[in-house]
Nanobody
Framework: VQLQESGPGLVKPSQTLSLTCTVS??????????WNWIRQAPGKELEWIGC???????YYSPSLETRTSISRDTSKNQFTLQLSSVTPDDTAVYFC?????????????WGQGTQVTVSS
């Protein structure tokens, strides 16, 4: 199973960050996987952003919920993160990952991560 993040590395403040995770070796619609977005800002711990269940239901971190949207393209086996109204505090390495069996379950497969910098 491989996951690969893609998207712009530089986003201006107040704009929307958009990242895509392309999955191979596992279908994003297969029971019982959860497809997650996680980030790590410089000097900080990993922060869970949200996920999409195999059924298409979405779950978001309460602290980011008002700015976050996760969608998918099943024909391409991809899922996408959109984070609106970004600020420099959103600068981080963003990861996509698969969790198995239940919401909050073990993250068994990860992408390599992609650096996103918010700056004018």
């Amino acid at each position: 199973v491989q996951l690969q993040e893609s998207g712009p590395g530089l986003v201006k403040p107040s704009q929307t960050l958009s990242l895509t995770c392309t999955v191979s070796g596992s279908s994003i619609t297969t029971n019982f996987y959860y497809w997650n977005w996680i980030r790590q800002a410089p000097g900080k711990e990993l922060e869970w952003i949200g996920c999409m269940r195999y059924s298409g239901s979405t779950y978001y971190s309460p602290s980011l919920e008002t700015r976050t949207s996760i969608s998918r393209d099943t024909s391409k086996n991809q899922f996408t993160l959109q984070l609106s109204s970004v600020t420099p505090d959103d600068t981080a390495v963003y990861f996509c990952a698969r969790a198995d069996d239940y919401l909050g379950g073990p993250l068994t497969f990860w992408g390599q991560g992609t650096q996103v910098t918010v700056s004018s």
